[in-house]
Nanobody, 123 residues
């Protein structure tokens, strides 16, 4: 089992920055991918960024490249978010999966999820 706990969410004005953290515990060595997803009000959850834990390859949603950066330090996953806009308002979830292959955005492949942290960007 793996436990994921997010932190770092909050309220920020447009143009500001936030850094989310996800502390992972348990059998973290089994993780193939660690990722961030988000769900805005009235919308489906979407992939934000992912990290291939062995190769270190980073993946991003096309619309977020250049503003968001995923990184990892031991058992903590980070998401640095810059130049935030109101459309970034959402609950942000940390996720992890044991399986390799498949599109990193495929939610059903992620076995482990955090509880989510709210990010609110005001104009």
């Amino acid at each position: 089992q793996v436990q994921l706990v997010e932190s770092g969410g909050g309220s920020v004005q447009a143009g500001g920055s936030l850094r989310l953290s996800c502390a992972a515990s348990g059998y973290t060595s089994r993780m193939a991918y660690m990722a961030w997803f988000r769900q805005a009000p009235g919308k489906e959850r979407e992939g934000v960024a992912a990290l291939h834990t062995v190769a270190g390859i980073k993946y991003y949603a096309d619309a977020l490249k250049g503003r968001f950066t995923i990184s990892r330090d031991k058992n903590t996953l980070f998401l640095q978010m810059n130049s935030l806009v109101p459309e970034d308002t959402a609950i942000y979830y940390c996720a992890a999966r044991e399986s390799w292959g498949d599109d990193w955005t495929t939610e059903r492949m992620y076995e482990y999820w955090g509880q989510g942290t709210q990010v609110t960007v005001s104009s």
